[in-house]
């Protein structure tokens, strides 16, 4: 089977610190694969990296395609789009506005807005709430909005950064079922996220960061039973 | 002082307030979008009316050669940084949008220029030649660095000035010129005489500034500037190029200068040079409103016009010192208005 997305030899670094160290990963059309690891292991760098927001050595393809030449809106362009962990919403702009910029790709296109229809009937809340300035959301309706957007850019490939952080318990499971969903709909899925259980319980295959580097990988379902993981990663079992 | 006086005073400060008004929308507007503040607008301004003046007057205007050179450096410019990327099957693309496109007013206006024109055609051949110049001079000496820190372009923005009013004075020559005016008609209004052109100037900004509000409230480009505006890194991450609102900002305020032009130049005799305080004082204006805000530029930039009328009155010789000077307080005033000291640069990823 070809990865739709396949890095080889990544490296990424701040000046003389390395953050990203000689990284391989793959992710197979149609499939969730998610990085787990500790704070500050390099996982959001690898992101950035892949995204084309930094920049970095090794190669790394998509959809048979060398990206090094291509800029982020080009991969944006292609399908590949990035949920930052920051999610870099337009704060003063309504919530309707920001889900419409994320089809600002297809603005040529006849109809580009009825996209919007589909995401207000996977998001209710944000149907509530499209008047409303993105700033004046809550945490978990800020994400929801960070996936909308992300949604109206029809990804082929969701990179999602620490879609559960700082968010509440109740919410984090509407979350992942959410992004559960999104494979239904043929997207494919690179998971970044420090709640490894949630992860790995919603995830194909899985890889561990620590320290900028792979030190394991495996389906997810096996990981979770690792007693590697399960021992730093899942509180113990 | 008594209420006639005053209202002629007002008069005068509002109509110039209104030219303030469209630089200062400018100045915002290019520097939300592209964090640069762009000193020699009211160069442009200059060359606006300098442009029509030369044409009323049977002359070819400077513009016809310095645009055509401006788009050549620039098609240079963006064939050097395609052919560094690898890209050289965009190039036709970029020869069209960088070197024709901008050429074209210029060669319409070289058969035209030089024989006895109606207004009208003046007007819109002056207004073709200077939309491409701040898109070129954007892609030329902007683009490059646009990851550069404030100061940086701000500083690059200074030697641009020097530069564009130094060929001003090589193509326009040291004389001031001055177009007629678009109209001439005189109201009176209870005792007051108002000027057709001070009413023109007063519509052409408040409807300038209702297009702008429509541009960015309607449109999706204009909502890809506001975006790039708020978040840069947003933007891009739904594939907003920040080249293509970077041109787009310089476009909509070249629009801007040259309308300016129009406007002010039958009002006042403008030289190479004389853009430049225009610009500088409708930056005070922008800096009033705290660079941020459209409403409040524009705002400020009519008190700054009504300062200068009535500082002028008193004595003349004051009117500029009363304009900068104002710059202190209101600079202390925000700083204490101000609940967060606002970050002049963002985090750039």
């Not at chain 2, 209104?18 to 592209?34: E, K, N, P, R, S």
Request: proline share 5%.
């Amino acid at each position: 089977m070809t990865a739709l997305l396949r890095a080889e030899g990544l490296h990424v670094s701040y000046g003389r610190v390395d953050a990203v160290r000689g990284v391989s990963l793959a992710v197979e059309a149609g499939r969730i694969v998610t990085v787990i690891g500790p704070n500050g292991a390099g996982k959001t760098t690898l992101l950035a990296a892949l995204m084309g927001l930094l920049p970095s050595r090794g190669t790394v393809t998509y959809d048979g395609a060398d990206l090094a030449r291509f800029e982020v809106e080009d991969r944006v362009e292609r399908g590949l789009c990035l949920v930052p962990e920051a999610r870099e919403l337009f704060g003063d702009m309504s919530v309707a506005d920001n889900l419409l910029l994320g089809a600002y790709p297809f603005r040529r296109e006849r109809g580009f807005r009825a996209k919007l229809d589909d995401v207000y009937a996977r998001f209710p809340r944000l149907a509530e709430r499209r008047g409303q300035t993105a700033s004046t959301l809550s945490g978990g309706e800020r994400q929801m909005l960070a996936l909308g957007r992300a949604l109206m850019m029809r990804p082929r490939l969701l990179m999602l950064d620490e879609p559960s952080l700082g968010l509440a318990p109740l919410i984090v499971r509407e979350i992942f079922r959410i992004i559960m969903g999104l494979r239904e709909l043929g997207v494919s899925i690179l998971l970044v996220e420090q709640n490894a259980r949630a992860a790995l319980e919603s995830a194909d295959y899985g890889y561990v960061l620590e320290t900028g580097e792979i030190s394991l990988h495996g389906p997810a379902a096996e990981l979770l039973h690792d007693p590697r993981v399960t021992a730093t990663y899942l509180g113990g079992a | 002082m008594n209420l006639d006086l005053a209202l002629l005073l007002a008069q005068d400060g509002i109509a110039n307030g209104a030219i303030y008004v469209l630089v200062a929308l400018g100045i915002v507007l290019v520097f939300l979008v592209t964090r640069i503040i762009f000193v020699p607008f009211g160069d442009l301004v200059a060359y606006g009316a300098l442009t029509l003046a030369a044409i009323q007057e049977g002359q070819r205007p400077g513009t016809i050669w310095l645009v055509p050179m401006l788009a050549v450096l620039a098609f240079a410019v963006e064939a050097a940084s395609l052919l560094h990327k690898g890209a050289a099957h965009r190039l036709p693309r970029a020869a069209l949008v960088w070197l024709v496109l901008p050429a074209l007013p210029a060669l319409a206006a070289w058969p035209l220029a030089g024989r006895e024109l109606p207004d009208l055609l003046g007007i819109v051949l002056t207004v073709a030649l200077i939309l491409p110049i701040g898109p070129l001079l954007y892609r030329i000496a902007y683009r490059p660095i646009a990851d550069a820190p404030v100061l940086v372009l701000l500083i690059v923005s200074v030697v641009l000035h020097f530069a564009i009013s130094g060929v001003a004075l090589v193509f326009f020559g040291p004389e001031g010129g001055r177009p007629r005016p678009l109209i001439r008609a005189m109201f009176e209004i209870g005792d007051m005489i108002v000027s057709a052109q001070t009413l023109l100037m007063l519509a052409c900004s408040a409807l300038a500034a209702f297009g702008l509000w429509l541009f960015f409230e309607r449109s999706i480009a204009g909502k890809a500037l506001r975006a790039t505006a708020v978040n840069r890194v947003g933007a891009r991450l739904v594939g907003i190029r920040p080249g293509v609102t970077g041109g787009t900002a310089f476009l909509l305020a070249s629009a801007l200068a040259a309308l300016s032009g129009l406007l002010i130049g039958p009002v006042t005799t403008l030289s190479y040079d004389s853009g430049f305080v225009i610009g500088l004082k409708s930056f005070v204006g922008a800096i009033i409103g705290g660079l941020v805000s459209y409403p409040g530029a524009a705002l400020g930039a009519l008190f700054v016009g009504l300062l200068e009328s009535f500082t002028a009155f008193y004595d003349s010789s004051f009117k500029e010192v009363a304009v900068f000077a104002i710059l202190v307080p209101v600079l202390v005033l925000r700083s204490l208005v101000t609940a967060k000291p606002a970050d002049d640069e963002e985090d750039e990823l």
